[in-house]
Protein backbone atom coordinates (compact mmCIF):
# COMPACT_ATOMS: atom_id res chain seq x y z
CA UNK A 1 0.00 0.00 0.00
CA UNK A 2 3.13 2.31 0.86
CA UNK A 3 4.41 1.77 -2.78
CA UNK A 4 0.91 1.85 -4.85
CA UNK A 5 0.59 5.35 -2.55
CA UNK A 6 3.68 6.98 -3.15
CA UNK A 7 3.21 5.88 -7.07
CA UNK A 8 -0.07 7.49 -7.04
CA UNK A 9 1.53 10.63 -4.88
CA UNK A 10 3.89 11.46 -7.80
CA UNK A 11 1.09 11.12 -10.55
CA UNK A 12 -1.19 12.95 -8.60
CA UNK A 13 1.36 15.80 -8.13
CA UNK A 14 2.42 15.93 -11.61
CA UNK A 15 -1.08 16.29 -12.13
CA UNK A 16 -0.82 19.53 -9.77
CA UNK A 17 2.03 20.71 -11.82
CA UNK A 18 0.14 20.76 -14.60
CA UNK A 19 -2.95 22.34 -13.42
CA UNK A 20 -0.32 25.36 -12.14
CA UNK A 21 0.42 25.70 -16.02
CA UNK A 22 -3.16 26.30 -16.66
CA UNK A 23 -3.77 28.97 -13.68
CA UNK A 24 -0.73 30.78 -15.24
CA UNK A 25 -1.42 31.26 -18.59
CA UNK A 26 -5.62 31.84 -16.87
CA UNK A 27 -3.93 34.92 -15.40
CA UNK A 28 -3.70 36.61 -18.76
CA UNK A 29 -5.86 34.97 -21.00
CA UNK A 30 -9.06 33.62 -18.92
CA UNK A 31 -10.91 32.01 -21.95
CA UNK A 32 -8.59 29.81 -22.74
CA UNK A 33 -9.39 26.40 -22.08
CA UNK A 34 -7.44 23.64 -21.87
CA UNK A 35 -8.41 20.19 -23.72
CA UNK A 36 -7.39 16.56 -21.97
CA UNK A 37 -4.96 16.02 -24.59
CA UNK A 38 -2.63 18.88 -23.64
CA UNK A 39 -2.87 18.23 -19.88
CA UNK A 40 -1.64 14.39 -20.96
CA UNK A 41 1.35 15.72 -23.01
CA UNK A 42 2.28 18.19 -20.23
CA UNK A 43 1.88 15.93 -17.41
CA UNK A 44 3.79 13.25 -19.51
CA UNK A 45 6.74 15.99 -20.34
CA UNK A 46 6.83 17.14 -16.54
CA UNK A 47 7.51 12.76 -15.78
CA UNK A 48 10.16 12.77 -18.43
CA UNK A 49 12.23 15.92 -17.30
CA UNK A 50 11.89 14.52 -13.58
CA UNK A 51 13.11 10.96 -14.39
CA UNK A 52 16.04 12.45 -16.02
CA UNK A 53 16.38 14.97 -13.52
CA UNK A 54 16.63 12.01 -11.17
CA UNK A 55 18.99 9.72 -13.27
CA UNK A 56 21.68 11.97 -14.16
CA UNK A 57 21.24 15.08 -11.53
CA UNK A 58 20.98 12.66 -8.43
CA UNK A 59 24.05 14.33 -6.92
CA UNK A 60 22.77 17.95 -6.73
CA UNK A 61 19.57 15.92 -4.96
CA UNK A 62 21.01 17.15 -1.41
CA UNK A 63 21.31 21.11 -2.87
CA UNK A 64 18.13 20.67 -4.17
CA UNK A 65 16.32 19.67 -1.25
CA UNK A 66 18.22 22.31 0.99
CA UNK A 67 17.02 25.27 -2.07
CA UNK A 68 13.35 23.85 -1.62
CA UNK A 69 13.38 24.25 2.13
CA UNK A 70 14.71 28.20 2.08
CA UNK A 71 12.26 28.31 -0.92
CA UNK A 72 9.37 27.07 1.01
CA UNK A 73 9.57 29.25 3.67
CA UNK A 74 10.40 32.37 1.82
CA UNK A 75 7.67 31.53 -0.24
CA UNK A 76 5.15 31.48 2.37
CA UNK A 77 5.79 34.16 3.81
CA UNK A 78 5.54 36.48 -0.34
CA UNK A 79 2.66 34.79 -0.48
CA UNK A 80 1.07 35.39 2.69
CA UNK A 81 1.55 39.29 2.93
CA UNK A 82 0.78 40.07 -0.51
CA UNK A 83 -2.60 38.45 0.19
CA UNK A 84 -3.62 39.68 3.78
CA UNK A 85 -2.49 43.88 2.52
CA UNK A 86 -3.92 43.78 -0.91
CA UNK A 87 -7.47 41.60 -1.10
CA UNK A 88 -10.56 42.13 -0.06
CA UNK A 89 -11.19 40.40 2.99
CA UNK A 90 -14.18 38.00 3.98
CA UNK A 91 -15.60 38.75 7.50
CA UNK A 92 -14.66 36.70 10.38
CA UNK A 93 -17.95 35.28 10.72
CA UNK A 94 -17.70 33.57 7.62
CA UNK A 95 -13.94 32.32 8.37
CA UNK A 96 -14.68 30.63 11.89
CA UNK A 97 -18.81 30.41 11.81
CA UNK A 98 -20.30 29.70 8.93
CA UNK A 99 -20.04 26.01 7.13
CA UNK A 100 -22.16 25.17 4.07
CA UNK A 101 -22.63 21.68 3.08
CA UNK A 102 -22.31 21.85 -0.78
CA UNK A 103 -21.01 18.27 -1.60
CA UNK A 104 -24.54 16.91 -1.96
CA UNK A 105 -24.62 14.63 0.83
CA UNK A 106 -27.41 15.27 3.56
CA UNK A 107 -24.72 14.39 6.47
CA UNK A 108 -22.41 17.37 7.61
CA UNK A 109 -20.36 14.64 9.02
CA UNK A 110 -20.04 12.61 6.06
CA UNK A 111 -19.50 15.73 3.85
CA UNK A 112 -16.49 16.56 6.42
CA UNK A 113 -14.81 13.17 6.53
CA UNK A 114 -14.76 13.17 2.46
CA UNK A 115 -13.36 16.47 2.81
CA UNK A 116 -10.40 15.50 4.84
CA UNK A 117 -9.20 13.51 1.67
CA UNK A 118 -7.91 16.96 0.08
CA UNK A 119 -6.03 18.43 3.59
CA UNK A 120 -4.48 14.66 4.44
CA UNK A 121 -3.00 15.40 0.89
CA UNK A 122 -1.43 18.60 2.01
CA UNK A 123 0.38 17.08 5.16
CA UNK A 124 1.62 14.02 3.51
CA UNK A 125 5.66 13.86 2.72
CA UNK A 126 6.77 13.20 6.05
CA UNK A 127 7.29 9.93 6.03
CA UNK A 128 9.99 10.24 2.36
CA UNK A 129 13.34 10.27 4.82
CA UNK A 130 11.99 6.79 5.95
CA UNK A 131 12.69 5.76 2.32
CA UNK A 132 16.11 6.88 1.92
CA UNK A 133 17.24 5.95 5.15
CA UNK A 134 20.18 3.87 4.07
CA UNK A 135 21.48 6.82 2.58
CA UNK A 136 20.77 8.93 5.73
CA UNK A 137 24.00 9.68 7.94
CA UNK A 138 23.30 8.55 12.37
CA UNK A 139 19.25 7.08 10.58
CA UNK A 140 17.99 6.09 13.75
CA UNK A 141 18.36 9.58 15.18
CA UNK A 142 17.77 11.81 11.87
CA UNK A 143 14.85 10.10 10.44
CA UNK A 144 12.60 10.05 13.36
CA UNK A 145 13.61 13.87 13.89
CA UNK A 146 12.95 14.71 10.36
CA UNK A 147 9.63 13.32 10.67
CA UNK A 148 8.70 14.97 13.97
CA UNK A 149 10.02 18.51 13.15
CA UNK A 150 8.45 18.40 9.45
CA UNK A 151 5.43 17.21 10.14
CA UNK A 152 4.55 20.10 13.15
CA UNK A 153 6.56 22.57 10.98
CA UNK A 154 3.93 22.39 8.18
CA UNK A 155 1.50 21.20 9.70
CA UNK A 156 1.68 24.83 11.65
CA UNK A 157 2.24 26.56 8.45
CA UNK A 158 -0.89 25.35 6.71
CA UNK A 159 -3.14 26.40 9.38
CA UNK A 160 -1.97 29.72 9.33
CA UNK A 161 -2.00 29.59 5.19
CA UNK A 162 -5.40 28.44 5.06
CA UNK A 163 -7.02 31.14 7.51
CA UNK A 164 -5.62 33.46 5.27
CA UNK A 165 -6.96 31.72 2.26
CA UNK A 166 -10.42 32.03 3.79
CA UNK A 167 -10.15 35.73 4.56
CA UNK A 168 -9.07 36.40 1.32
CA UNK A 169 -10.20 33.86 -1.57
CA UNK A 170 -13.36 36.20 -1.91
CA UNK A 171 -16.90 34.36 -2.15
CA UNK A 172 -17.49 30.69 -1.74
CA UNK A 173 -20.08 30.56 -4.84
CA UNK A 174 -17.11 31.89 -7.38
CA UNK A 175 -14.61 29.22 -5.26
CA UNK A 176 -16.79 26.39 -5.93
CA UNK A 177 -17.50 27.30 -9.76
CA UNK A 178 -13.79 27.94 -10.48
CA UNK A 179 -11.64 25.25 -11.52
CA UNK A 180 -8.41 26.80 -10.46
CA UNK A 181 -9.90 28.02 -7.03
CA UNK A 182 -6.95 29.44 -6.05
CA UNK A 183 -6.19 31.55 -8.76
CA UNK A 184 -8.94 33.42 -7.42
CA UNK A 185 -6.84 33.83 -4.51
CA UNK A 186 -4.11 35.18 -6.20
CA UNK A 187 -6.39 37.46 -8.53
CA UNK A 188 -8.03 39.04 -5.79
CA UNK A 189 -4.61 41.37 -5.37
CA UNK A 190 -5.63 42.94 -8.10
CA UNK A 191 -2.61 42.67 -9.93
CA UNK A 192 -2.31 40.01 -12.83
CA UNK A 193 1.46 40.66 -12.35
CA UNK A 194 1.47 39.39 -8.91
CA UNK A 195 -1.24 37.00 -9.63
CA UNK A 196 1.02 35.24 -12.18
CA UNK A 197 4.69 35.93 -9.81
CA UNK A 198 2.82 33.86 -6.54
CA UNK A 199 1.85 31.19 -9.01
CA UNK A 200 5.50 31.39 -10.93
CA UNK A 201 7.10 30.42 -6.76
CA UNK A 202 4.33 27.62 -6.37
CA UNK A 203 4.50 26.02 -9.31
CA UNK A 204 8.53 25.99 -8.86
CA UNK A 205 8.30 24.77 -5.12
CA UNK A 206 5.65 22.10 -6.33
CA UNK A 207 7.52 21.07 -9.17
CA UNK A 208 10.77 20.66 -6.61
CA UNK A 209 8.57 18.69 -4.50
CA UNK A 210 8.25 16.30 -7.26
CA UNK A 211 12.20 15.70 -8.35
CA UNK A 212 12.33 14.79 -4.43
CA UNK A 213 9.14 12.56 -4.06
CA UNK A 214 10.36 10.82 -7.52
CA UNK A 215 13.60 9.71 -5.69
CA UNK A 216 11.66 8.62 -2.52
CA UNK A 217 8.84 6.75 -4.91
CA UNK A 218 12.34 5.08 -6.57
CA UNK A 219 14.13 4.10 -3.56
CA UNK A 220 10.93 2.60 -1.96
CA UNK A 221 10.26 0.12 -5.04
CA UNK A 222 13.55 -0.90 -5.66
CA UNK A 223 13.80 -1.77 -1.47
CA UNK A 224 10.63 -3.56 -2.34
CA UNK A 225 11.81 -5.57 -5.16
CA UNK A 226 14.83 -6.41 -3.59
CA UNK A 227 12.76 -8.08 -0.95
CA UNK A 228 10.62 -9.75 -3.75
CA UNK A 229 7.72 -8.06 -3.15
CA UNK A 230 6.59 -6.60 -6.41
CA UNK A 231 6.31 -8.15 -10.47
CA UNK A 232 9.28 -8.31 -12.32
CA UNK A 233 11.23 -7.47 -8.62
CA UNK A 234 14.33 -9.52 -10.32
CA UNK A 235 14.42 -6.37 -12.99
CA UNK A 236 13.47 -3.31 -10.63
CA UNK A 237 15.39 -4.91 -7.98
CA UNK A 238 18.73 -5.07 -9.77
CA UNK A 239 18.15 -1.47 -10.96
Not at 126 to 143: F, G, M, Q, R
Amino acid sequence: MSTLGWLASVASSTYVVTTQIEAMIEVYAPDFTFTSWQYTLLMWAFCLITIVFNTYAAGVLPTLEIISLVGHLLGFIVNLVPLLVLCPKNSAYDVFVRFENSSGYSSNGAAFLISQVTIIYCNLGSDSVVHISEEVNDASLTVPRCMWWSYLGNVSLGIVMLIAMLFCIGPLEDVLESDVPYLLLFNNTGSPALSLALNIILFLLIYSGNITALATCGREMWAFARDKGLPWSGWIGHM
